[in-house]
């Protein structure tokens, strides 16, 4: 083994062993939204860091020329990058962070056929030809007919011997679900607001995806206004406009529709600093009121943003806490994140 | 190598000497996207310790190349002949760019001052040191002597940069060093010439002189000389030291060693380009001094083409200097000293006096740097970025007492700049310092505007 394979090998046991207490630390770590062929990754590349002495907030950046690193010529920048061992990691990460299993609610159950070669037929294909049954029903004609001979065992296998693998068609049970992602991207949410919330909803994805692998992703983003944008574009969105939390949640009962309560878990998430327009508070609660009994979920994210939050979260609260499926939490920064996951899972 | 990448490699190098450049012979290797990525975790060295951070960024450079987020084109290490690698499947073009990139590292390596004290044989070095581990994993434990590293690479910025350049008196005192002592290699001296028996208590004479005689940022040597570890662990901290030190004028040289490299490249490649060629150029050239964050290529191109414009047309001197910022932009008494000034230029600055001597508001208006209206917060926001590029960026501790109390614990303090520390790194490195130490330590430090002082052990 050459030596950095064993650096490597040493590194994985590590990670394994010990990502238990560590798996805070990666979740406020900062994710790479990068594109894979074509489609969105980010990604929990294991990572442990020895701790040194360093500032403990970003320097000063000065002349617009801050932000991320780059890697071009030389070892110089570093990109975070995909590493498969994902569902391992999900696992470890559900534990330590003691995420919620989340339950199908309802009846949405559609059965759904799944193949597996369990069983033993007289007829098919030669190349699942089961050899061992073969000559195990070669044997047992041998000895009835008195042919086998123990000092010579040849056995020859005839038609009738011959057994072959086949399949089984299993009904299995299988909950389906939809999430909806609402992101305030008025001008009041910054760059920096924007990221946490972009982290959570990735993880929230990954962790329904988990529970109902036949999630459908519909993402929107609203200021004033809601539309309805594809994945890429969400992850990818910018601050500006002004705030009316309402017409996300009409927007999203909309969007929802084709997704009926009886068949589907819907969950719908909602990201914004709570710094509603006057008025438009009671119209959003009203819309909620209306939504909430459909969803298996909604949870409400508010962050802190350089001005402060707004009230949307207590006003939220106030008037329906006591319901069931809200899921509402504050993010204050990096550190609220894997807190604020938990309890947006429901738990 | 290739027939033509060989000839290639002759005519670039010819090229690069006629122009005035001067460096080592340079050996050029094509690697595949593996060994690349193992040698850029390794810091460009086939032969380290075995510990598994190193696993851990070949990892990182592994991945990154197989999801094409990223390639390293190049990587070239500083020793006598330097060695450069190519990433095998390159176009032939790129090949070429990297192969004149690299000849002008080779001359910078050869001539900026700061490189001037490392030494030239660092593989040698390097393969030393992972031998000197390795024993010490077969004797005392693959696990204990890993568990040792972790606590010694946390430590691995508090060195003092200046240590290259200069002799501190204490390391000079002859009371500490007989005459007899045998030079070897840092690690090895614990073993070649053990410390004298300490003086007994009757002996000792009234009072010792403090440990450190003054502050002191080299807290990884002072532990090496000082904590009461075994001989094993001193060669290791003696080694973690020296490599850190090994990287500090890289890390100080970043933006002007890239930018000399690639002014390089454009001015040796252009005049050869066939029309066929220039648009791929183009391409490569587009990718590399990409605006995007601090890019060092960018920045170092840019100001160093900055540089040698402004001393081609004599905009530099006290009459220059004294004119409104309006009319230097067409102030022209030409000179054609642009060239010579950016020898001397690559000859004597780090990034911080280089950005400090030639960003000038000017210059940062035309690259769009700063936009006019923030123009009066131009001083302020190059002393942020240069804040940044101070020390590596890492805060800057020093060794004040190793008697704090009179109780042989240690005192450290942070020279606060006004950017407060990660209290929990920070913390988790003041145990492993206690760890080291065996007696309590303390970090004077500002938390939330108010003087602190952080402790592990006590």
Do not use: C
């Amino acid at each position: 083994m050459r030596p950095i394979e064993r650096d490597l090998l040493r590194f994985k046991e590590i990670v394994r062993g010990e990502v238990k207490k560590r798996a805070r630390e990666f979740l406020t770590r900062e994710e790479l939204f990068g594109q894979v062929e074509g489609r969105l990754v980010s990604i929990p590349l294991p990572q442990l860091e020895l701790p040194k002495i360093v500032y403990g907030e970003p320097l000063g950046e000065g002349l617009g020329l801050g932000g991320p690193g780059t890697e071009s010529l030389g070892p110089g920048g570093h990109v975070p990058v995909a590493e498969l061992e994902l569902e391992e990691f999900l696992d470890l990460m559900g534990e330590a962070l003691r995420l919620p299993r989340l339950r199908p609610k309802g009846e949405g159950e559609v059965t759904e056929e799944a193949f597996r070669y369990t069983t033993i037929a007289r007829k098919g294909p030669r190349g699942l030809r089961h050899v061992r049954r073969t000559l195990k029903e070669s044997l047992k004609r041998a000895l009835i007919t008195g042919e086998y001979r123990p000092e010579e065992p040849l056995l020859v296998p005839e038609r009738e011997d011959l057994r072959y693998k086949a399949p089984k068609t299993k009904p299995r049970p299988h909950a389906q679900a939809v999430v909806l992602f609402a992101l305030d991207v008025s001008g009041s949410m910054r760059e920096e607001e924007l990221r946490l919330v972009k982290t959570l909803s990735f993880w929230i994805t990954l962790w329904i995806k988990r529970h109902f692998p036949r999630l459908e992703r519909r993402y929107l983003l609203h200021d004033a206004e809601a539309w309805e944008v594809s994945e890429e574009e969400f992850f990818r969105a910018r601050e500006g406009g002004g705030t009316r939390l309402s017409s996300a949640l009409l927007l999203a009962e909309e969007i929802l529709k084709p997704y009926p309560e009886a068949f589907y878990n819907r969950y719908l998430y909602h990201f914004s600093d709570g710094e509603n327009w006057q008025g438009d508070t009671a119209v959003a609660l009203e819309a909620l009121r209306r939504l909430l009994p459909t969803l298996a979920l909604y949870g409400y994210a508010q962050v802190q943003g350089p001005y402060g939050q707004g009230h949307f979260l207590e006003d939220l609260k106030e008037t329906l806490g006591e319901e069931e499926g809200l899921a509402a939490t504050e993010v204050r920064g990096k550190e609220d994140l894997p807190l604020a996951l938990r309890r947006l899972l429901g738990g | 190598m290739r027939k033509e990448l060989r000839r290639w490699a002759e005519r670039l190098r010819e090229r690069a000497l006629a122009e005035g450049l001067s460096f080592p012979p340079v050996l050029f290797e094509e690697v595949g996207p593996e060994e690349m990525a193992m040698l850029a975790a390794y810091g460009g060295f086939p032969r380290r310790y075995p510990h598994w951070r190193f696993g851990s960024e070949y990892l990182r450079y592994r991945e990154t190349y197989r999801y094409g987020l990223g390639r390293i084109y190049e990587l070239v290490v500083n020793t006598h002949p330097v060695r450069a690698y190519l990433l095998r499947g390159n176009t032939l073009l790129a090949q070429k760019l990297v192969m004149a990139h690299v000849y002008a590292h080779a001359d910078f390596f050869q001539n900026n001052l700061a490189f001037k004290p490392i030494p030239k044989d660092m593989h040698e070095e390097m393969a030393h040191h992972a031998a000197f581990v390795e024993k010490a994993m077969e004797r005392h434990g693959a696990r204990s002597v890993e568990e040792f590293l972790d606590l010694a690479l946390s430590l691995e910025n508090l060195i003092d940069p200046q240590a290259l350049y200069i002799q501190r008196e204490e390391d000079a005192s002859p009371k500490e060093r007989p005459p007899d002592r045998l030079r070897v290699r840092p690690y090895l001296d614990p073993y070649v010439n053990p410390p004298p028996e300490p003086p007994k208590e009757a002996e000792e004479g009234a009072s010792p002189s403090p440990l450190p005689p003054r502050p002191t940022r080299d807290i990884l040597g002072f532990l090496a000389r000082h904590a009461p570890l075994a001989p094993w662990q001193k060669g290791i901290l003696e080694i973690i030291r020296e490599e850190s030190l090994y990287y500090v004028p890289q890390a100080a040289t970043k933006i002007l060693n890239e930018g000399w490299a690639t002014y390089w490249h454009t001015r040796l490649l252009l005049p050869l380009l066939s029309p066929a060629e220039a648009l791929e150029f183009a391409e490569l050239q587009a990718g590399l001094l990409a605006p995007q964050g601090l890019n060092p290529y960018r920045l170092g191109y840019l100001l160093l083409k900055e540089v040698e414009d402004r001393w081609d047309k004599g905009r530099f001197g006290p009459e220059y200097e004294a004119l409104p910022l309006g009319e230097r932009l067409t102030y022209e008494r030409p000179t054609g000293e642009g060239l010579k000034k950016l020898f001397q230029v690559r000859t004597i600055h780090t990034d911080l006096g280089f950005l400090d001597s030639f960003l000038t508001p000017e210059f940062a208006l035309r690259q769009r740097l700063i936009s006019p209206e923030d123009l009066p917060r131009f001083a302020e926001a190059k002393q942020a970025l240069l804040f940044r590029l101070t020390n590596a960026g890492y805060p800057i501790v020093e060794l004040v007492d190793a008697n704090y109390g009179n109780r042989g614990e240690l005192l450290l303090e942070h020279a606060y700049e006004g950017v407060g520390l990660d209290l929990k790194k920070t913390k988790a490195v003041l145990e492993n310092l206690h760890r080291l130490w065996g007696r309590p330590v303390h970090l004077k430090t500002v938390v939330e505007g108010k003087e602190a002082l952080l402790s592990a052990g006590a």
